[in-house]
């Protein structure tokens, strides 16, 4: 029997909803139908690249019933607005990172979600990455022994014309902060996917290149609930910038990930099939923006839409649910509580 198709509409047309343009039409069972923009020439213009219609608002779009999906592409703190709305409407949200600004705002997506028994699902394609999903599964079966340093690094750059287009990167009121919640939250995603959370933090930051209000330089101590201990490094002023590195070492061996190309894969029980990861056999590489926000590939956003189509036909939460992808939020949260009072902030 031949399954109807999950069909998706998009809330924003920058440039992160051309991923999920791509995933949706690349994706089988699911179908782009409808597209809005507050600008309505950049609106139809995305409409017409990806056959499928534009609407002049959210009000119109949440009123097709054919709607089953809504993706969420507006300025991180736009989020809230649309994916609220949309689940009163009884679509079901696959949002763009960060879920929202803050961890009250997410909060109040996914109490939204349970009310109107809709399915939320948080863009955090960095775990679908057949590397990230090795690395898991060595630390899941306690490869690297007890757990003593896990960090993260995303060391990037983006050039003076970055931060003025749409005018609302690096703003605290729509995204939330800079370099840590904008570009760096995909590697505090994976690392707490990989190693748990954080229950404490400090942190320093600054705006040492750009001129924005939030900062592009940042640096976090952590130490997990296990004892380890760890750091995130953020910034988009590391010219010409290098991929997302993840290190998770503990007293039996060490893996590191560079995007989701496994660079280093040592321990001290060696496996059959160890060889083979470390030639790169098991990796998909999932590219990264670090210089160029245009460069971050649709695979990992196919791969979230796949899921969600499943998790829609199954009447299951996806793989990154909304309490998952309320996590980073959490951390960054922490972080820059601490980098503003300079105090050591616990994460319940």
């Known amino acids: 029997m031949t399954l109807k198709p999950i069909k998706f509409a998009i809330v924003g047309t920058g440039a992160i909803a051309v991923n ?29 690249k990806y056959q ?29 607005e649309v994916a609220l709305a949309a689940f009163e409407a009884g679509k079901h949200v696959l949002c763009e990172k960060p879920l929202e600004i803050s961890v009250e705002r997410v909060d109040q997506i996914i109490a939204s979600a349970r009310k109107n028994d809709r399915i939320l699902g948080a ?4 775990r679908f990455g057949t590397g990230a999903q090795k690395v898991k599964e060595a630390i899941d079966g306690g490869r690297l022994g007890r757990l003593t340093l896990c960090s993260a690094y995303v060391k990037w750059w983006r050039d003076a014309d970055y931060y003025p287009v749409g005018g609302w990167h690096g703003t605290k009121a729509l995204d ?128 979230q839409v796949t899921d969600l189509v499943a998790a829609i036909r199954e009447n299951r939460q996806p793989s990154v649910s909304g309490t998952e992808g309320r996590n980073a939020v959490q951390i960054v949260e922490a972080i820059y509580q601490s980098a503003e009072s300079g105090q050591i902030v616990a994460i319940a």
Do not use: Y
């Not at 219609?53 to 993706?71: G, I, K, P």
């Not at 040492?208 to 988009?236: K, R």
């Open 52 to 80: 499928c219609e534009f609407v002049s608002s959210l009000d119109d779009l949440l009123t097709r019933d054919e709607v089953d999906v809504v993706c969420v592409t507006t300025p991180s703190g736009a989020h809230g």
């Open 123 to 126: 863009i955090f394609q960095s």
């Open 20 to 48: 999920h343009a791509n995933a949706i039409t690349e994706t089988e069972g699911a179908e782009l139908l409808l597209v809005t923009n507050r600008s309505k020439e950049r609106g139809r213009e995305f409409a017409k």
């Open 176 to 303: 939330g902060g800079g370099a840590l919640i904008n570009q760096a939250i995909h590697g505090v995603d994976l690392l707490q996917w990989l190693v748990g959370m954080p229950t404490k933090v400090s942190a320093f930051s600054d705006a040492l290149v750009h001129s924005i209000e939030a900062e592009d330089t940042l640096v976090a101590n952590l130490q997990f609930a296990s004892g380890a201990l760890g750091s995130i490094e953020a910034a988009t002023s590391c010219k010409p910038g290098a991929a997302k590195r993840i290190e998770i070492s503990g007293d039996k061996g060490t893996i590191v990930l560079e995007d989701d190309r496994i660079i280093t894969w040592e321990f001290d029980d060696e496996h059959p099939d160890d060889e083979a990861v470390r030639k790169g056999e098991h990796s998909l590489t999932l590219k990264s923006g670090f210089a160029d926000p245009k460069a971050i590939t649709s695979e990992g956003h196919r791969l």
